[in-house]
């Protein structure tokens, strides 16, 4: 193990305070904890693991895969949704899926068009200390097992991280908030590129708004996600227990949803992300 080497980063630019809504507006996604949603033919699936947990609302634009014991306690709506004995305590409907793919892709494109700061590589223990609002730019984000990567600020400050290389985090790895700083506050933009497709993370414990438009989140098994909310153009595939985010509001009507009688479905949502995988 590498001896850990904390650098510690203080900045404070000068900008006028923009209030949180103003700074990113993520229109309809906001109703969801999980929400993948795309244009394309073979974009917008979520496939949640048989422990999970999700104390909000779920979307995705193409197949949602429910596997056995799952828990959604808001709402789980999809074009298809394969259920294999979960349960959904919310509706499974949703507004138009176009919107919510534009509501995702404008803003990260907000996200990226602010003037930042450059911040290069982040790949050992940082700590990173905002006032008002800042946006920062970050090469690769690479945190392994007993990293952390520290953010501080107020209540009222808003900081945005727009992560345009690798972006990988171990098990053990720490993404936290301190100061009374919000998730709702903390954004990272996964910007895409031709080589990096995903924001890979093992058991970590990461608190903040996860967003990309072009890169899909993969979340291990053992990933403490206490105050984390991931939006995505392309695919969520997150095999994770308990996931919460404060604000999130749960609907209280539970309803049914169909089972299929077969592997059909699931195979053919499996198939549809291989091809893309391949075709990207």
Not at 120 to 145: H, P, R, V, W
Not at 233 to 243: F, G, P, R, W
Not at 262 to 274: K, N
Request: charged letters at 10%; glycine letters at 12%.
């Amino acid at each position: 193990m590498k001896n850990v080497l904390t650098s510690v980063i203080l900045l404070s630019l000068n900008l006028p305070f923009i209030a949180s809504a103003g700074v990113i507006n993520l229109g309809s996604a906001e109703d969801y904890i999980f929400a993948t949603a795309s244009n394309e033919q073979w974009g917008g699936n979520l496939l949640l693991g048989s422990e999970a947990h999700i104390f909000g609302s779920v979307a995705a634009s193409n197949t949602l895969e429910l596997g056995d014991g799952v828990i959604v306690d808001g709402n789980a709506c999809a074009k298809t949704t394969n259920n294999w004995g979960a349960i959904v305590n919310g509706v499974s409907t949703c507004d138009s899926f176009s919107q919510l793919a534009n509501d995702i892709t404008g803003a990260a494109t907000q996200a990226q068009a602010f003037a930042s700061t450059e911040l290069g590589n982040i790949t050992e223990s940082s700590a990173i200390t905002g006032s008002g609002f800042q946006s920062f730019n970050i090469k690769d984000l690479l945190l392994s097992g007993g990293e952390t990567l520290t953010i501080t600020g107020g209540l009222t400050d808003s900081l945005v991280f727009n992560v345009f290389g690798q972006a990988q985090l171990g098990s053990g790895a720490n993404i936290l908030l301190q100061g009374g700083i919000t998730a709702d506050n903390v954004i990272f933009n996964f910007v895409e590129n031709p080589v990096n497709h995903s924001f890979e993370i093992g058991g970590a414990n990461i608190s903040g708004t996860f967003l990309s438009s072009g890169r899909s989140f993969i979340l291990g098994d053992g990933a403490t996600l206490n105050n984390s909310r991931f939006y995505s153009t392309e695919s969520i595939v997150a095999n994770v227990q308990d996931v919460r985010f404060p604000s999130s509001s749960i609907p209280s009507t539970p309803i049914a949803v169909p089972e299929p009688s077969t592997l059909v479905l699931l195979l053919s949502a499996m198939l549809g992300l291989t091809l893309r995988r391949f075709k990207r």
